[in-house]
């Protein structure tokens, strides 16, 4: 019987429970890889699965949860959420089983009730607690054989760092959920597996939750020993090169279906030279050097204007690394996809020729072609492409760097004022996926529509999201400044008192996921809230306001010894204004 359980690998959860049965549908049988003599058979048929309790001598201990994110039912009545996967980075937003048409107060649906049961030993700051903590096993739907159903992709071990209250609306009528967010745990020292006898030994009522501790993965052990504080260097990071393990699925009869959730490691003789035989750098890629290959890319000009192609081409490279795509893809893919950018944004007076930015973004050493046999690379042809069907993306040690959001964040900005200053931004980060980088507060509420022809005239089902926020910490900061203006002390006075506004660093909508806390909170008038909202203006390294623009100086920030101003997210505002200097080459970030 199967015993362990890989990371990307895709899973048959059919109906067909019986765990002697290897494969189905030439997949691997998810009944065969957990069957056990201790646990019943695996449940994936709701979101939230957990494995029934056993009775220990320290008590009732659950041997794990199993949970499965739907994305082809996103935004539908049934599932009116949208988890959000960001695998490189270790991070899953997941919503609750809370949907409009319950009448059971909130955190009393199955789901819901079975997550907040486990939540305290997952935020506790003892090792006592965490080790009785109930580890998440996470599953994504996948389409394999054009079905969307019965097929799972294993994401890996996770816990939860984070839950929210939220609001949703289906159809006009609010409802209230719980957004919880996962840190998936790195399992490169177990070669991205994990073992299914550490689940078993959960379950077996002789064995200590201590005990069972020692059995688990290595980053699950040190997440227990040393909690919150070690989940940076616990988290699961951007694939490393692992040999055996394809995270890239491809189906029997080459159905590849949805674009699969965990990039493809890449092999070593990848990393030792390019398509066009070409020695890679031995120099590791820092944030400087990554900042300055983006500042200097060739662009070739028409009617003495220069070509939008390679900085469209790579934004689109970077819209793949922020929405957890894998970096490579596979050139009729990039076609059309960059090809539609380009037909929109590229010089009116330009051919649509997608071909070049695939190619020739390589001598940026930020952007690998793969598949070109040396005979073909002296010259660029689209029908060779077409032929070959080459893969193409940003490097690994750019994806890398990339991965970070405050690096992402400085890199879209400075391609799109570098390069692309005159276009539509709304639409050109709409067009890219990266809606809510052209402003500080992001993407606040999310409404999602649905055609259902249920008549004679077509009706739509709209489905909504409002984040939640703390009134009364704004009320709380506010008052700790006197509603003056941090940046001009302007005080406004209207008929009843003085009015200010909260204004967020780091905002709260997607795609910047901001913490609503006193440290990521401005007290501001108006005007300086709408220029800080739209990237007129920056805080600086050294606390001093100035203009986007020209970075001439407007004021110093002031502040209040009883509000704390987290310089992550000062710096997270700043990256995406483009003015980012911190030196980060020395530190986590590489």
């Known amino acids: 019987m199967g015993s362990q359980l890989r990371i990307g690998e895709v899973y048959r959860s059919a109906r067909n429970r019986d765990p002697s049965v290897e494969l189905i549908d030439n997949y691997p049988n998810i009944h065969h890889a957990t069957a056990s003599e201790i646990l019943a058979p695996v449940q994936l048929s709701k979101g939230i699965n957990p494995i029934a309790k056993v009775k220990s001598s320290e008590g009732q201990r659950r041997p794990a949860i199993l949970i499965r994110s739907s994305p082809w039912k996103a935004g539908t009545t049934e599932t009116p959420w949208h988890d959000v996967f960001d695998l490189d980075r270790g991070r899953i937003s997941y919503f ?135 989940l940076s260097q616990v988290r699961r990071q951007a694939i490393r090169p692992a040999p055996e393990v394809g995270l890239r699925q491809h189906s029997p009869d080459g159905d590849r279906g949805a674009t699969a959730l965990l990039p493809t490691p890449r092999r070593q003789e990848d990393l030792a030279s390019d398509s066009s035989g070409t020695p890679a750098s031995s120099d590791d890629l820092t944030v400087s050097v990554l900042m300055d290959r983006l500042r200097s890319l060739r662009t070739q000009k028409r009617n003495g204007r220069p070509s939008r192609q390679n900085p469209l081409a790579l934004l689109w490279g970077i819209s793949r690394v922020a929405t957890g795509k894998p970096s490579l893809a596979p050139w009729r893919q990039f076609r059309d996809e960059v090809g539609g950018l380009l037909a929109e944004f590229e010089q009116p007076d330009s051919a649509v020729t997608p071909e070049y930015p695939f190619w020739h973004l390589q001598t940026s050493h930020l952007w690998d072609v793969h598949g070109v046999p040396p005979e073909h690379a002296a010259v660029v042809h689209a029908a060779t492409f077409d032929r070959l069907n080459p893969e193409g993306g940003v490097t690994t040690q750019a994806e890398r760097l990339l991965s970070d959001a405050c690096v992402r964040t400085q890199a879209v900005a400075l391609l799109r004022e570098t390069y692309l200053a005159d276009v539509d931004q709304h639409a050109l980060m709409d067009r890219l996926g990266l809606a809510g980088y052209e402003s500080a507060s992001g993407l606040g509420d999310l409404a999602e529509e649905q055609d259902q022809r249920t008549g004679p005239a077509a009706r739509r089902a709209a489905v909504s999201y409002r984040i939640v926020r703390d009134t009364v910490l704004t009320a709380r900061v506010k008052k700790l400044h006197g509603d003056r203006c941090q940046v001009c002390g302007l005080q406004l006075r209207t008929q009843y008192g003085t009015y200010s506004e909260a204004a967020h660093i780091r905002g709260l909508g997607r795609p910047h996921h901001g913490p609503d806390e006193l440290s990521n909170v401005l007290v501001l008038c108006p005007n300086h809230h709408v220029q800080f909202d739209t990237l007129a203006l920056y805080i600086d390294a050294d606390g001093v306001v100035r203009a986007t623009a020209d970075d001439s100086l407007i004021d110093r920030l002031r502040r209040h010894p009883a509000h704390r101003i987290g310089e992550e997210h000062v710096r997270y505002h700043r990256a995406l204004c483009g003015r980012d200097t911190t030196d980060r080459d020395q530190g986590g970030v590489r």
């Not at 020692?214 to 040190?222: A, D, F, N």
């Open 96 to 230: 609750g089983d809370h949907r409009v048409d319950h009448t059971e107060p909130l955190g009393h649906t199955p789901g819901n009730r079975v997550l907040l049961n486990v939540l305290p030993e997952h935020q506790s700051r003892t090792a006592d607690q965490r080790a009785s903590a109930v580890p998440l096993l996470v599953f994504a739907s996948v389409t394999r054989n054009k079905t969307p159903k019965g097929y799972v992709q294993f994401c890996g071990v996770a816990v939860i760092d984070g839950i929210e209250r939220v609001e949703q609306e289906v159809e006009g009528e609010p409802f209230p959920n719980y957004r919880y967010e996962l840190s998936v745990l790195d399992l490169s020292a177990e070669s991205e597996r994990l073992d299914w006898a550490w689940i078993e030994a959960r379950a077996n009522p002789e064995l200590s939750a201590a005990h069972t501790v020692e059995l688990g993965p290595r980053s699950w052990r040190q997440w227990v020993e040393r909690g919150p504080a070690a």
